[in-house]
């Protein structure tokens, strides 16, 4: 079976690191195509589909989670035409069903968090999907004064001039009951009429024409004129809401009647819904209307309806655990294989990429896809020049099903694995684990020494998770690599030293640079030498170790310099290495792999001694403190048994908001234990170290006071 076909639950730890590999470089070349340059190679269901691959070997090795992670991020960074607006609220994206099975496991997390019984309604709304753009709008005393795209989720672009061109955008709200101040959001889209209109009048004028709708409502939206935004004939569905001075609706069926009122278009096949069987017979009702609406739509979103039950449901990561979109299924198609070429990831891994001949499916162009190791190679007999099916749907997009004439008499030879790293020629091999199992992935043995791992380190560490430094991308890194004046990451704060040092012309007289550019990027170094504790955990680019537990180990720790001491002890001596071991793993989400990592990274005296270079540049500042004014800020609490009141995990978010420390094992850094009923081993353990035990009415009570 192809890895790619293989059932997460099935995934092995080696084949799920490969897998997530995998995935990332596929989700970040289509957020780039997707957003910066409204011209996607994957369809928004496509991508959905692809990212909840991803989430959920994560969620079962979280391990092995990406420093890179794209489950981490929301779209890219806004391009520079527009002025940047700051959200007061982020804009998020929807967690995703594929199935009736999934939509079934939704509801129940939903009741598991609440502690609903399997008699209590779960009321929920649902309407289509709309495959267009996501639109934010602020209201001041009932009228328009910016419109901004999602952009990463946190930061768009101010799109007000384009937006008020738009007919169903009301200037001036109605009635007299909205709040004084309030965001509205949306999705703007283009009917498939007139997107047809539109490419028949761009082919006729000898210009590109757009992919889909979806595609011409984002570029259409983005124009430095809006006239030409104007005459593209863009549309509106209102669904959400951000930042509001005032409470206006109990219920999200509630708060969408209300926009209906204040003369917002909205989905007329908005609808809600009080059973399961009654959910998912939307679903077929939408998706059997699909191709009579007149515009694009990919799955069916389906929130809970109660808002006091958002609220305590909260968000996880970048998605709200109160909403999910059930997708639409995609297509197949074949094409040929042209050639399989080899990257080298910053890890060393060796990736064998298949060139396709481009082919579009639902209108989509695709051109290459991962074949993900020489294994899977092998098994399926894959081989330059054959026919081979491809799939855009599921758990893998693009991925190769298979062979289609595997039967022909001129058949390439079988493909080899390079046994040398085509990057600086030094071995790849594969690697055992303690057990003597031979992973799946070739990796170079060049470390260092390796461009391909040491330019991947660097872009890495200027990546947006990271340091964010404006102006210096994957284009400059390798420039400068190839100079020789950034081979390591404290280069980069000496930048000006190491070119005069090389007795090289200043920046400004190099080629695509320029006084002004040379001058904004020395600018944007030196902004950049403040630097959060997580954001420089991840920029490190510890295996392992992703944007999650950064946060996580920046929380817990507070300060760059009690987090240092803690890890340098490890490398003093054996109990050392124990003793830190064992805090590490008290710490709620830290697991085994993370912390070897962490303890192997700063026992390496070359990671010791770039650190102290790179220190004597920066300035890394310690993670907010948590909550003082409340009784658990700053407490370490272990929940063990089950909780009548609220579920586990909602008493886990509760603690964490007050600036408690949530770990899974009790230990004497331990300060309470709250236990439920059958606290067990946990309970046992903390009444002998003499820990404070508190009963879930002891734990509600305190959580008030």
Known sequence: MDLAEIPVAELGEADAAAELARLAELMQAADRAYYLADDPEISDADYDALRRRNLAIEARFPDLKRVDSPTDTIGVKPVETFNKVQHAKPMLSLDNAFSETDMVDFVQRVRRFLGLDESASVALTAEPKIDGLALSLTYQAGRLIRAATRGDGKIGEDVTANARTIATIPAQLQGEDWPERIEIRGEIYMSQEDFAALNARETEAGRKIYANPRNAAAGSLRQLDASITKA????????????????????????????????????????????????????????????????DIDGVVYKVDRLDWQERLGFVSRAPRWAIAYKF??????TRLEAIDIQVGRTGTLTPVARLKPITVGGVVVSNASLHNEDEIARKDVRVGDQVLIQRAGDVIPQILGVVDADRAD?????????????????????????????????????????????????????????????????????FYEKGVVTAPQHIFQ???????????????????????????????????????ARFLIALGIRHIGQTMAETLARSYLSWQGFYTALAQASQSEEGRLCVLEDLLAID????????????????QQNRDMLTELLAEIQIEDAVKPQENHVFSGKTLVFTGGLEKMSRDEAKARATRLGAKVSSSVSSKTDYVIAGVGGGSKLKKAESLGITRLSEADWLAMLDA
Not at 238 to 250: L, M, P
Not at 329 to 334: D, L, M, R, T
């Open 232 to 295: 593209r004939q863009l549309s509106f569905f209102a669904y959400a809401w951000g930042e509001t001075s005032r409470d206006f609706a109990n219920s999200q069926y509630a708060a969408v009647q209300a926009f209906k009122r204040w003369g917002f278009a909205v989905n007329p096949h908005f609808t809600r819904h009080e059973t399961l069987a009654a959910l998912l017979a939307v679903y077929q009702d939408i998706l059997a209307r699909r191709s009579g609406l007149g515009y």
């Open 329 to 334: 299924p995609a297509e197949q198609a074949i």
């Open 411 to 479: 058949r390439a030879a079988p493909y080899m694995m390079p046994q040398t790293c085509p990057e600086c020629g030094s071995p790849a091999v594969r690697e055992r684990d303690e057990k003597g199992s031979e992973d799946v992935r070739r990796r170079c043995t060049g470390g260092l020494t390796c461009p391909a791992q040491s330019i991947e380190r660097l872009k890495h560490f200027v990546s947006r998770q990271a340091f964010d430094i404006e102006g210096l991308g994957a284009k400059q890194i390798e420039l």
């Open 495 to 533: 930048l000006e030293a190491r070119i005069a040092a090389a007795r090289l012309s200043p920046l400004a007289e190099w080629e695509g640079f320029g006084a002004q550019s040379a001058t904004k990027l020395h600018e944007a170094i030196t902004a950049r030498r403040r630097i959060s504790f």
């Open 589 to 604: 989400g830290v697991g085994d792999r993370a912390a070897h990592a962490l303890i192997n990274f700063f026992h390496n």
